[in-house]
């Protein structure tokens, strides 16, 4: 799963640091100058700019750590460090700050602006801690009680738990704060469908087909209303509900910023530039570095390699992990050390084995300190699509 950043917040938007002041008159206002000042309120200006104005999640983590050499336990100063982190694909180390963050802001959430809380609960969300995040949304909702983003976000997250029930009653909350809302309607239907109610489910999707303008949310709610139809035995009305989802979803603008060519290129580039003289290049006597060798599972979207990976991680002898981004960094590693960019063969072919050494090293580094030493002792597989 590929996460993206969050959206620049507009100028008149209320800033993100949670101030309380219009984006254009915080964060938005702070110079790049000033990032070695030791004033814990200048370095949070300063974080906050490069957070939000640069989007340079590295430089706000490293001004976000001078605040924790001062306030080790300052909770902003936590949460940046650990989403920085996390967006650099860090995310063993990025989930320990942002749980260390989520603690500091429970302690005294009266403190805390109450849409930080729920900002933040939507984060940790993202990141996968649900229990912290369920901790969060209740703190938010208890400061905002009629508001139906905070009741929402307990119900996703009772939803995430599986707590179908708990999440019912949620969600029977949350529709009388906001019962056109179509995103709260399809939680719904959802929950329904998990209980097996499926005419309570297609009677409500169908109601917000009929009634929503938003492409999104009504791509959504065609694609899960047709999965309902299946479910019936309703095929051909499953199918057209399918397909309108899919013309829905290929009109929005992110599908049709995609370069559909992209994978096509990626194979040719890859079938011409793996010739037999680069895999042949090198053996692993080469390296002489005691390092494991990794097993690769690949394989196309549907095609089995969840069932496989569970499968091999029932062996004691194997590691397994889902998707991750490790082969991603040692991509990024090579190009930064060959200049070469875009074309992972030619920067094979451009690098001697000293480099090669250095790139094993650093993925093994990265697996240590996602999946603990572990990685090393066992058969370590991972899913790649």
Known sequence: ????????????????????????????????????????????????????????????????????????????????????????????????????????????????????LLEFAEQMQMWGDIDLALQLARAAAKRMPVSASAQYAIAACLHRLNHTDQAIAQMQKVLQLAPSDAGCQILMALLEIDKKRMDDASGRLERVVAAEQNGGQLARACLELSKVYDKQQRYAEAFEMFSRAGALAAASPEARNVDANYLFDRIALFKHGYDDALLGRWRVTDFADNLPVPAFLIGFLRSGTTLTEQVLAAHPEVLTSDENHLIEEVAQELAAATGIAGDTPAALKALDIAGARRLRAFYWQRAVEEFTSAALKKLSSTRWR
């Open 1 to 116: 799963m590929t996460i993206s950043a969050p959206a620049r917040p507009g100028r008149n938007d209320p800033c993100p640091c949670g101030s309380g002041k219009k984006f254009k008159h915080c964060c938005a206002e702070k110079a790049e100058a000033g990032s070695g000042d030791s004033d814990p309120k200048q370095l949070l200006e300063t974080a906050r700019y490069h957070a939000y104005q640069r989007r340079d999640f590295l430089a706000a983590e490293q001004t976000y750590r001078q605040v924790l050499a001062i306030k080790p336990n300052h909770a902003e100063a936590l949460a940046g460090v650990g989403q920085g982190l996390c967006w650099r694909h860090r995310l063993a180390e990025g989930k320990q700050y942002l749980a260390k963050a989520t603690k500091a802001m429970l302690r005294q959430p009266e403190k805390i602006d109450a849409r930080v």
